[in-house]
């Protein structure tokens, strides 16, 4: 799954991590999605995925009141799509004083083909989700 | 000119086909509402989008296409580039169409060719919404 690592992405899209700009990623995923004719449900899954992985950057990944970046790559390999999340902010740590549930990494794993949380060679902090295009059906 | 405050701003790249007017359209279109894009002037938005995922992608280096995206108060400007020395012009050139005339030209307040540094040339795009464009 990791074959959209090396490859130069289809799409990338970087941007102020503040909440609206969320939407800009989702907009964006769904013009891929037009493209690439994919199903409405496999859709749904892939932009709420990628919204938990945008939602927490702009909550956790930078303090202070100057946002930092929050950037999207995607790459396609057949019917796989690859999208990475990626911040420069500290890192994936747990925070004692969230003010959310804790439950947008569980609700990505349940969404994904594969998930990967690293760090890229600039430091800078990565979720990686594959998904399956199709909705998993053998075409008849 | 462009002193108006930027609301927001997103860098797209993306490789140069289908998936760049599809992509590019969303993009433009969700900044221009940003910016208070009357809906008479969001179909010259994405006209200009249109115009220039269909054609820059031929004229820079790696067949991919770089599109900084800014709102401002009424205002959204597209900064497209790098693009091969001097093919800013003609990437305004190529928007011509037969009896409709030069789409960029006709539909964007501003046109500007830009060199940034060793980076390559830019074209500054920009639609102003406090105006209509003059018909040409």
């Known amino acids: 799954m ?56 702009v909550v956790h990944a930078y303090d202070g009141d100057e946002p930092g970046a929050l950037e999207m790559a995607a790459c396609i390999d057949g019917r796989m799509l690859t999208v990475v999340i990626r911040d420069s902010g500290g890192g994936i740590r ?24 690293s760090s890229d060679v600039a430091d800078r902090t990565e979720v990686r989700m594959t998904f399956r295009l199709d909705d998993g059906e053998d075409p008849v | 000119m462009n002193g108006d405050t930027a609301l927001t701003a997103a860098h797209l790249t993306v490789a140069d086909g289908p998936l760049a007017g599809a992509v590019l359209g969303r993009v433009v279109g969700v900044l221009a509402a940003r910016a208070d894009c009357p809906i008479d002037r969001l179909d010259d938005a994405l006209l200009i989008s249109d115009a220039v995922a269909a054609r820059a992608g031929s004229f820079s280096d790696d067949g991919r296409i770089g599109v900084l995206v800014t709102a401002r108060t009424g205002a959204v400007e597209l900064n497209v580039g790098p693009l091969r020395a001097v093919l800013a012009q003609r990437l305004v050139a190529s928007a011509e169409l037969p009896g409709v005339g030069n789409v960029l030209e006709r539909v ?29």
């Open chain 1, 94 to 117: 747990p925070r004692p004083d969230s003010p959310g549930l804790g439950l947008g990494l569980p609700l990505i794993a349940t969404l994904v083909e594969s998930l990967e949380l």
């Open chain 2, 108 to 136: 964007a307040d501003e046109l500007l060719p830009a060199r940034e540094g060793d980076d390559g040339e830019y074209l500054r795009i920009r639609m102003a919404f406090g105006t209509a464009p003059s018909a040409g």
């Open chain 1, 2 to 57: 990791s074959e959209g690592v090396t490859a130069t992405p289809d799409l990338e899209l970087k941007l102020p991590a503040r909440a609206e700009n969320v939407a800009v990623v989702r907009h964006a995923l769904g013009g891929l999605a037009e493209v690439l004719d994919v199903d409405e449900q496999v859709l749904a899954d892939i932009k709420l995925a990628v919204t938990e992985a945008c939602t927490n950057v």
